[in-house]
């Protein structure tokens, strides 16, 4: 079988990989999905105990609600189990084949809508449309998610192999909840709220800890998409995060040095204080040295600890590829740090204030000028105060030249 690209489909094909232990998910054969989709409906009993289905799906008996069409819907389930042929001739909606097997709304489908007002799909058609395959790959995708705040959240991977593991970790919990006949732990929690405690916990992540075990052993090309959804309440929920390789690698780079709790800081500061904003920060490949910068306890002397400089450094260098960058100020910070205490005073508390680009060049060309000073200024400095972003240059280089200060002292 191949990935259709579509999220929660991808991840029910990789709980089947998980259930038939397979290493990729073209591997997987349409037997090994039925019969990992047999298992489930042997086990859809004991799950519905877990309360994980109400997130997924809507009206759904097996959430607790409309008792009374149980069977009906158990019934809908086998079929969708046992049967061997895609008999309508609408074209499956999530895989693209020619045929599909039944029309599914939102008492099967995560944020389908009803069926004649599903917002995903064309007008008339009764709900969405799947294949055999994807059907069977639609109910086990809810073993595939772990919560966080209450709504279940997948990772997804254009990757066949990288993607069993993306649904590993919750498999894995709930399986073993079904054996021991405890808790389902498939809940994840974090300080900061909403988006934000989404993105806390990602960034502590196993599929990207090299020190823990069951995450990938390489970083997918394409980066990841992260997706939260909810279909239960009276309103669909639904948030979508895309995860570059570049911050897959630089969470891996963190977690291997031990430096995630400084990113983690950062996080929880950003969720109290929301401008600038973390997010906006990672999504647009700006720096992270303004956000350090508004961080740091101004009413007494400031300081950065060393592990907030190398954090700034991997940032700088892997997440957005400014290493060269990093390294030309942190060079022109040592030099600041050696004109003596006054001038270094007067120097830092004006670049602490700046935001223009002209006044910025001012006070390099005020203090390069000084007979009794003798800051030397290079090509290569000027040339990133010239063409990087005012702000996150300024910012940066006051905190190198406050980490500097502190070494010396």
């Known amino acids: 079988m191949q990935l259709t690209g579509h999220p929660i489909i991808d991840i029910g094909l990789a709980v089947a990989c998980n259930i038939s232990h397979k ?6 054969s349409e037997k090994d999905l039925q019969t990992a989709s047999q298992w489930f409906l042997s086990e859809i009993e004991q799950l519905e105990k877990r309360h994980i289905f109400s997130s997924y799906w809507q009206n759904n008996p097996f959430m607790g609600k409309n008792i009374t069409s149980k069977t009906k819907y158990k019934r809908e389930l086998a079929l969708m189990v046992n049967s061997t042929v895609d008999s309508t001739s609408h074209a499956c909606q999530t895989c693209g ?3 599909s097997f039944i029309p599914l709304s939102r008492t099967w489908f995560p944020l389908g809508g009803s069926a004649s007002t599903d917002p995903c799909t ?8 799947l294949c055999l395959s994807c059907c069977r790959a639609n109910v086990l995708a809810t073993m595939g998610c772990r919560f966080a705040s209450g709504k279940p959240f997948l990772i997804h991977v254009n990757d066949p192999e990288l993607i069993i593991a993306s649904a590993n970790s919750a498999f894995n919990a709930i399986k073993m909840a079904l054996t021991a006949g405890g808790e389902n732990n498939i809940s994840d929690n974090a300080v900061s709220k909403g988006h934000l405690g989404l993105f806390e916990i990602l960034t502590n992540s196993p599929l990207w800890n090299p020190l823990l075990t069951g995450g990938f ?14 279909n239960s309440g009276t309103a669909a929920y639904f948030y979508q995060l895309i995860l570059p390789a570049r911050i897959l690698e630089f969470f891996t780079n963190i977690n291997a040095s031990g430096i995630s709790k400084e990113f983690v800081d950062i996080i929880r500061w950003s969720s109290k204080n929301d401008n600038p904003s973390i997010l906006h920060t990672i999504e647009t490949g700006k720096s ?13 002397q400031p300081t950065l600890s060393e592990k907030e400089i190398t954090l700034m450094k991997v940032y700088e260098s892997v997440a957005i590829n400014k290493q060269e960058r990093f390294e030309v100020i942190q060079g022109f910070a040592k030099r600041v740090c050696d004109m003596d205490k006054p001038h270094f005073d007067s120097f830092t508390k004006q670049l602490a204030n700046i935001k223009k680009r002209e006044t910025l060049l001012d006070l390099l060309t005020k203090f390069s000028k000084s007979s009794s000073i003798n800051l030397t200024i290079s090509n290569d400095v000027l040339k990133m105060f010239y063409i990087e972003p005012t702000t996150e240059i300024a910012k940066m280089l006051y905190l190198l030249c406050i980490a500097e200060s502190n070494k010396k002292n």
Request: hydrophobic letters at 30%; zero cysteines.
């Open 23 to 28: 290493k990729s998910v073209t591997e997987l």
């Open 97 to 99: 084949k020619s045929k």
């Open 122 to 129: 064309y007008p008339n058609l009764e709900g969405k449309h």
């Open 217 to 230: 052993n390489r970083i997918p090309k394409d980066g990841a998409t992260v997706i939260q959804f909810s």
């Open 288 to 300: 992270i040295a303004p956000l350090l910068f508004y961080k740091l306890d101004k009413s007494k």
